[in-house]
């Protein structure tokens, strides 16, 4: 094998990354547990490794914003319930009161963009997003692959 995903949060894969490498060099990832957890910059195992994760650029923004307004930072899920609204808001500009809510625009092909980059439903209703790739390093992360910003 060449790679091996530790699907737990950092400090889990802190502890199972030599254990790991101890069978040879294999490429480490992760999921978007890893995003929010600075410990692992600062582990020399865990640098090279890789992890999926929504973009943190605009989410950078509205946690700005939050905090000058209200003094303190927003939970990071904040970002779901921004983008329900943005969602609600460009689905209901030409609906009109008194119809069927038009949901079955929540399918659009092109999708929405929201804090979190682009997302769309697929026919059953699940969220799909699209991610970016980024790298432990020393001290932090590096994005290694942006987000796509269109399907």
């Known amino acids: 094998m060449d790679a091996v995903l530790i699907a737990d949060s950092g400090g889990n894969a ?26 692992l910059g600062s582990n020399a195992a865990m640098r090279g490794a890789w992890f999926s994760s929504v973009s943190d650029n605009l989410y950078g923004q509205l946690a700005g914003k939050y905090r000058t307004r209200f003094g303190k930072a927003p939970y990071r899920l904040a970002s779901l319930g921004y983008d329900s609204v943005l969602l609600t808001v460009r689905i209901a500009r030409d609906w009109k009161p008194g119809t069927n809510f038009p949901t079955a625009k929540l399918l ?44």
């Open 108 to 151: 659009a092909a092109d999708g929405f963009g929201g804090i979190d980059g682009i997302f769309r439903f697929n026919d059953r209703g699940i969220a799909i997003r699209a991610l970016e790739v980024s790298e432990i390093g020393a001290g932090g992360f590096r994005v290694v692959d942006p987000a796509p910003t269109k399907w």
């Open 14 to 39: 802190i502890r199972a990354v030599p254990v790991i490498k101890g069978t040879g060099n294999k490429q480490i990832l992760g999921t978007e547990l890893w995003n929010t957890d600075a410990t």
